[in-house]
């Protein structure tokens, strides 16, 4: 399997992605790699292992700054540009791994490797850790303004993806709205629900965002506006209530049998409480398999990214999808 | 202070309003309470205390499965049009409590008691517990699909809001969007935060809903499909939260210094988790004051329903709203 690998993208670029394609190669050999980056940069982090890679130079470097669309024509020797042309040109190529901007990543998607046909838009889901198994959330965030035909999409296309790559036989849709009823919801919204409703699709019908977590779904869909408003509020919310049960912990002493267990009661209990970090998600809808892994991935983060992305190329989803 | 009082709507209406009643009254005697409902029901919970009542005897029920707008014209005797009724042509009544359906009370107010000079639509607010302080988010509901001028309008009331109410002055605006920049966000948020910037509000720019509750905003604002998102989620987040936080301290003993230490430590931590329960939020924009409580409001809760609506009206915000 050959993955391209965006040295240039994320906060700890390019150690982490550099340590992190060290690992998996070392774990398995039949693993190979091109680099997009700055070949003397790359060499230095790798040293003498540096002659076990394919390494294609780049140019110029795509912040999160830059407009999305406009970055891909006029930044063309940016690493995601060359990445996403090297994927289209080359048969053997299966799959590229970025951490840089996802809009970028995204444009180049769209406009470098083109989407699957009768899909007129690419997402990015992201699992949610619900109570009763992974919920996969789309949009995450990649379009804000949708169309209702946009949202049946995002179903397919999450309904596609949890089948090949967790083996869910018609798994279950539900689309987040302010009620259950179908009469509930915005305009968009109203009109989403109509076009599942009558769909191929197991359309379970609305549920509200105090269910998102407990819900049966296996996929949950919205725009990517409100998706990454649901999104957003579970990490910060984590976060907070984490901090409240840390510090009204540390600040009595009573309940514990000892300093020792009050404390190994916070680190097993914030153990449980952290959310489960994926390492990637994939831009669905696409001719080939585009990951992005997170801005602020370390080395661990990009490996399990690597990870995810094998199992998504040995998954064959992205042949389901054109043949469906 | 006369307050209006809905028996009928709510899931455990009417003892739990003339309960809450009762116990207003004996606390204030100088309050003056109209009970819309069941004359006889009304008599029967009461006893000889009804005689230290105005009764108005009404005909219909108006349901959540009815639709809003319509059953203020068909069901033309039901509480929630009579007392808005009566709200408009008593010059001495001075606010509407109700636990009925949201969508009936706002119909009612826009229809019947009418809308400010200046507002195109009213706005129910909610108070979030935020990290520092309460921080109000409009629209929590009422208006799923909004232009962007209603964006700026549901800050202007919330602004004037918690003026008023809370005594902050010139308080901090801030809109939610996916990203901080003012060219983050769907088409109705970039328009939105266009007029924001450009208004007479102290508009802090967009956050993500990541800092929902870490803001330093007093007010955060939306359209009312993503504000019940936010709302909602953060409800169920917190009891999932909760749910997790104590089955993991029940599995296992060895932390603690007791059984009862356990338990004491479960419910000191249970008791900081809950969200605190508002007595209800008023209808903002209408030339009255109509307070909506929760639909599920027991006697406590309509009781702080009761007490909210006299510092509601104490506060002056309607008159506020009226010359701003």
Redesign the interface.
């Known amino acids: 399997m050959k993955l391209l690998i965006d040295t240039q993208g994320g906060d700890k670029a390019p150690i982490a992605m550099l340590n992190a394609v060290q690992m998996a190669k070392k774990e398995n050999n039949s693993l190979d790699f091109v680099l997009f980056g700055d070949k003397k940069d790359i060499e230095e982090v790798l040293g003498a292992d540096a002659k076990n890679y394919e390494i294609v130079q780049t140019e110029d470097i795509i912040t999160n700054e830059d407009e999305a669309a406009l970055s891909i024509r006029k930044k063309d020797k940016a690493s995601i540009v060359l990445a996403s042309k090297y994927l289209v040109e080359h048969e053997d190529a299966d799959a590229f791994i970025s951490a840089g901007s996802t809009g970028a990543l995204l444009a180049a998607a769209m406009l470098i490797v083109k989407r699957i046909d009768g899909f007129k838009r690419a997402s990015i889901p992201t699992f949610l850790p619900g109570?009763k198994g992974p919920t996969l959330l789309l949009d995450s965030?990649a379009n804000?303004?949708c169309e209702p035909e946009f949202i049946y999409e995002f179903a397919k296309l999450g309904s596609k993806y949890v089948e090949k790559l967790l083996g869910i036989q018609n798994p279950k849709v539900a689309l987040?709205s302010?009620g259950a009823e179908a009469k509930k919801?915005?305009?968009l919204?109203k009109k989403a629900h109509e076009i599942l409703k009558n769909s191929e699709l197991n359309f379970i019908g609305n549920i509200?965002?105090?269910?998102?977590?407990?819900t049966e779904a296996d996929i949950i869909v919205q725009?990517?506006?409100?998706g990454?408003?649901?999104?957003?509020?579970?990490?910060?919310?984590?976060?907070?209530?984490v901090g409240?049960?840390k510090n009204?912990i540390m600040q009595d002493n009573?309940?514990?049998?000892s300093d020792e267990?009050?404390m190994?009661?916070m680190k097993?209990?914030m153990s449980?409480?952290g959310l489960t970090k994926y390492g990637g998600s994939p831009v669905l809808g696409v001719n080939k398999a585009i990951i992005k892994a997170h801005g602020n991935s370390d080395e661990k983060a990009f490996y399990l990214a690597i990870k995810n992305t094998v199992d998504f190329v040995n998954s064959g989803v992205i042949e389901y999808l054109k043949e469906n």
Chains 1, 2 share one sequence.
């Open positions: 109570l965030g804000v303004d987040v302010n919801g915005n305009e919204t509200e965002a105090n269910e998102i977590l407990t725009d990517g506006f409100v990454n408003v649901i999104l957003k509020e579970l990490e910060g919310m984590s976060k907070v209530f409240n049960v009204f009573k309940y514990f049998s267990m009050k190994l009661f097993d209990l449980l409480m």
